[in-house]
């Protein structure tokens, strides 16, 4: 494996909380275990980036796309009054893009989700079907 | 002026809470005044956009180029740990970026900056060396 090419895996952390839904041409596509909000992380795959101005320009041009993409996917599949988008990472390092689906109604609303309310993880029977209609959006191709 | 292209204007409460620096082909830049953390806003100069999705694909483009730039020029201008990038938007509708210069020492770490602390304004004595050496760094042909 050349030195300049590290190979890049997913954060443990983002691996414990979240479900992996499939990846796009950058990034792995995950579903946070986190009822109160629709909430996907796009982590792009390259090793050791931690700001998106670690990524090269075009890498760059492409998290927008998947940025763009994963958002309409997200409004397309569920109910919601406004996205909140953020690469934040001052607890994981690895480079992660939140793509929340915020509803009025939504137990945060209108603060950031970030430690604003306990976790409440899915039920199996609820994370199924949207893990589903979430890669049905997202993957629409592959439907 | 033809309806389909209507007049852009900074939205009240994003003029009141921050200091104008300047104007990027898409986006006004802003510096928050808020003394807490080196804050700026990319705002683009798009009538009744609120998503980033709502910016068609060339401007999605331009966006993210001025997010990467404008993330360079805050982290060259001040000393940081950590970029904070986040379109958020759950009470001020106009689309805006917040571009954040976080530290380990700020009064917010690690937690994300909205709500956390009160803010600070800057005293004019920091503020204008503040400003001059921000517009060097995001538009260094014209220093």
Redesign the interface.
């Known amino acids: 494996m050349p030195a300049h090419h590290p190979v890049w895996s997913l954060h443990p952390q983002l691996d414990a909380d979240a479900v992996t839904l499939g990846d796009l041409p950058l990034s792995r596509v995950l579903l946070v275990n986190d009822a109160n909000y629709p909430w996907l992380l796009l982590v792009p795959r390259r090793a050791n980036a ?4 670690d990524l090269g ?1 075009p890498d ?2 492409r ?3 998947e ?2 993409g994963t ?2 996917a997200l ?1 397309a599949a569920t109910t919601c009054d ?10 994981v390092p690895q480079l992660h893009v939140h793509i929340i689906a ?1 509803r009025h109604a939504d137990p945060a ?4 989700v ?2 604003a309310v306990p976790r409440s993880t899915y039920e199996a029977a609820a994370l199924e079907p949207l893990v589903a209609a979430l890669r049905r959006a997202i993957w629409p191709a592959s439907a």
Chains 1, 2 share one sequence.
Do not use: D, F, H, T
């Open positions: 931690r700001e998106i101005i320009e760059q041009a998290l927008m796309r940025i763009a958002s309409r409004k406004k996205l909140n988008v953020a690469a934040i990472g001052n607890l915020r609303w209108p603060r950031p970030w430690g």
